[in-house]
């Protein structure tokens, strides 16, 4: 069973664009949600993350929006780069620090 | 930030072969490690916890006898890859809780190691 639903798995964007990544979870008890980036041959490193108590975190160009009635969560990363080319994972956990289960990943191209 | 260093990064062995993969917390105690298996262009899928000074948990339809996982220090675990076959051939990644837990909940991920089994 996919307690995490990532959409969509490639996403194509022009340099400056806005890059917008979703997530859905089924598992109530999940309070820990983190987006990391991977580079092809590279482990995951943590991008950003938020907590149910919060709506919405911004660090830098990453923004986190979270719907906790909806049980969704999105990445948006604003005037994206060539650099931020890379596959994202959003992932959840039921307590800090705990196991993550992790989305399918979106694989993002940004364009010159 | 807190570093986790794996060992090799990347191994090619002869099916039938066992071949170990070494996770180490550098800077930071770690009582609890995941072991993560990713094959191409797929997610990161949790292996097992590896618990420092006690037996693994491993995730349903993941062999235990074959994916051998030892915790003897708090900065080290080991994944064993058993009488390794060709299907084995993947990328194992772990991470490493720290001990106190931080208060961000971060977990440290390592840089991973691609296995492929002739």
């Known amino acids: 069973q996919q307690q995490v639903k990532q959409s969509p798995q490639s996403l194509i964007v022009q340099k400056g664009g806005i890059s917008i990544i979703n997530c859905a979870y089924e598992?109530?008890?999940?309070?820990?949600f983190p987006w990391y980036q991977q580079f092809p041959g590279k482990g995951p490193a943590l991008l950003i993350a938020?907590?149910?108590?919060?709506s919405e975190k911004k660090e830098g160009r990453f923004t986190i929006s979270f719907n906790k009635s909806a049980k969704q969560f999105s990445l948006h990363i604003m005037d994206s780069q060539p650099g931020d080319s890379a596959t994202y994972f959003c992932?959840?956990?039921?307590?800090?620090?705990?196991?993550?289960?992790f989305g399918g990943g979106t694989r993002l191209m940004v364009k010159p | 930030g807190a570093v986790v260093s794996q060992h090799p990064s990347w191994v090619i062995c002869k099916s039938g072969t066992s071949v170990k993969i070494e996770c180490r917390s550098l800077?930071?105690?770690?009582?609890?490690m995941f072991w993560y298996r990713q094959f191409p262009k797929q997610s990161l899928m949790l292996m097992a916890t590896?618990?420092?000074?006690?037996?693994?948990?491993?995730e349903q339809g993941v062999e235990k006898d074959k994916f051998l996982i030892n915790h003897a220090s708090l900065t080290l675990s080991t994944l064993t890859v058993t009488s390794a076959h060709p299907e084995d051939s993947s990328f194992y990644i772990c991470?490493?809780?720290?001990?106190?837990?931080?208060?961000?909940?971060?977990?440290?991920f390592g840089e991973g190691s691609r296995l492929t089994v002739l």
């Open positions: 938020i907590r149910p108590d919060v």
């Open positions: 800077d930071f105690q770690a009582t609890t």
């Open positions: 992932a959840a956990s039921g307590n800090a620090g705990n196991m993550l289960t």
């Open positions: 991470s490493a809780n720290p001990s106190p837990i931080k208060s961000t909940g971060e977990l440290f």
């Open positions: 590896s618990n420092e000074g006690s037996k693994a948990t491993y």
């Open positions: 598992n109530t008890a999940f309070d820990y």
